[in-house]
């Protein structure tokens, strides 16, 4: 392993990088002009920091001192900031925060893509605190310590950050870090109990204890008792996902959130995904319909479409709505969404859209319009094997530029698409996470 020269020296930061650190280059001797991604600095700055790692092409470095602060730093509200791996952008103020996202977008965009937008979209932002409503904590009793961490993993993602709470996450949960902590660390089974998934609907509130062996009854109680205090619905899960149960096979809660624009409420399990930023989520779904502007009579083609997240709100206007999601749960839970709803205009198909669709009874049938919602892996297997002739318009919600960014590079320039516009939408705020959306027309 080539050694790490941990002298302090001094960096001045050029740039911001995709993931939030700030960008220099190495100055003198055998590493003149070598990059060093340095964590917690800005562009503009001078700081005194520490070599952290070394490749053959770059180093990594973390920040000692501020020697001259960029006018866009501020303090970061979090106490743990810097260590907790949750929030790399604290230290940035809110409004220049997008600003760098956008940039992240457009350098993807012409990067990788080899293209560039119409019209940049003026980015969505909501709040800023409070926000993140779906989420894992990781478990791992420290004897060292004398206790058991209940959190985020650190930056060094080899360790669980010892925090008391989190001001991202919404604060019914995000202020009971450190009472689930002793609460995990008061049972029996604190060294089995790896994570903690957490998620909250607008009425309750659920936590999922991931388990290696089997819970004593102490155990149990204490559970049982934590649930009534901090009026909590407790899941387990002994095994796989096919294992999450309610703690004694209890009813379930309900948990669901209400799209009051779309008069659509979407029902979903605890390991489900949906959207981590609700009143973000809400204005990202009106920015979506907006821009792929159905009209009375269209048929809309929706994949990717999980719960029903867009689909649903689509139903209102569209004739019809074709719903296409790889996770036969998320699946039936559109479809129990659409009844629940009493949107008759809605179906749901399950497909992996990374394979051959040829056979695929909804794939030939004809669209106006197409919404595309995929992970991180992008679209590009399925966008060259539907048929795009018929359709007027693209949306494609993104949540990671690069693959956005391929997959235009690939409609644009070998489909013969237009970029019509593009722009980021603030998901994570604090976060290096980028949630973008752009719009395709012939």
């Known amino acids: ?40 600095a800005l562009p503009g700055e001078t700081v005194m920091v520490q070599q952290t790692s070394r490749s053959r092409s770059f180093d990594q470095a973390k920040t000692l001192e501020v020697v001259e602060a960029s006018p866009d730093r501020v303090e970061p509200r979090c106490l743990h900031f810097g260590v907790c791996g949750g929030c790399v952008l604290q230290h940035l103020a809110e409004d220049k925060q997008i600003h760098a996202k956008q940039r992240v977008l457009l350098e993807n965009l012409e990067r990788i893509g080899h293209v560039t937008p119409g019209e940049v979209l003026p980015s969505l932002v909501d709040a800023a605190w409070g926000y993140r409503r779906k989420g894992r904590f990781s478990v791992r009793r ?3 310590k004398g206790k058991t961490l209940v959190g985020f ?11 008391d709470e989190c001001h991202t996450v919404v604060p019914e949960i995000g202020m009971k870090i450190s009472a689930l902590s002793a609460l995990v660390d008061s049972m029996d089974a604190r060294s089995v109990l790896p994570q903690i998934e957490f998620i909250a609907g607008d009425e309750a509130r659920a936590l999922v204890f991931r388990h290696l062996e089997p819970l004593s009854e102490g155990d149990l109680q204490k559970l049982r008792d934590f649930a009534a205090a901090e ?47 609700g009143s973000l989520n809400e204005k990202m779904i009106a920015r979506t319909l907006e821009l792929l502007d159905v009209q009375p009579g269209e048929r809309v083609l929706d994949l990717f479409c999980g719960l029903g997240n867009f689909t649903l709100p689509l139903a209102r206007t569209a004739a019809e709505v074709v719903g296409v999601e790889g996770d036969a749960g998320l699946v039936a839970r559109a479809r129990q969404n659409a009844e629940h709803n009493g949107l008759a205009n809605a179906e749901f198909h399950m497909a992996d859209l990374t394979t051959d669709l040829c056979q695929e ?82």
């Open 1 to 40: 392993m080539a050694r790490i020269d941990q002298t302090p020296f001094q960096a001045h930061i050029l740039d911001l990088s995709h993931d939030g650190r700030g960008v220099a280059r190495r100055e003198g001797g055998t590493n003149d002009g070598k990059t060093v991604f340095v964590s917690g």
């Open 142 to 144: 420290v004897e060292k």
């Open 153 to 163: 993993r650190e930056q060094d993602p080899r360790f669980v950050a010892d925090i």
């Open 231 to 277: 009026d909590f619905a407790i899941y387990l899960q002994p095994k796989g996902l096919d294992s999450v149960h309610t703690l004694d096979d209890a009813p379930p809660p309900k948990l669901s959130f209400r799209l009051a624009p779309w008069d659509v409420e979407l029902l979903f399990r605890p390991l489900d995904f949906i959207q981590v930023n």
């Open 361 to 442: 009874r909804w794939f030939k049938q004809g669209f106006d319009k197409l919404l595309l919602d995929p992970a991180r892996a992008g679209a590009l297997e399925v966008l060259k094997q539907i048929p795009l002739d018929g359709i007027k318009r693209i949306v494609y919600v993104s949540c990671h530029p690069g693959s956005l960014a391929r997959d235009a590079g690939y409609l644009v320039n070998e489909r013969g698409w237009k970029l019509k516009s593009a722009g980021v939408m603030d998901m994570f705020p604090h976060t290096a996470h980028v949630e973008s959306i752009a719009v395709f027309e012939r």
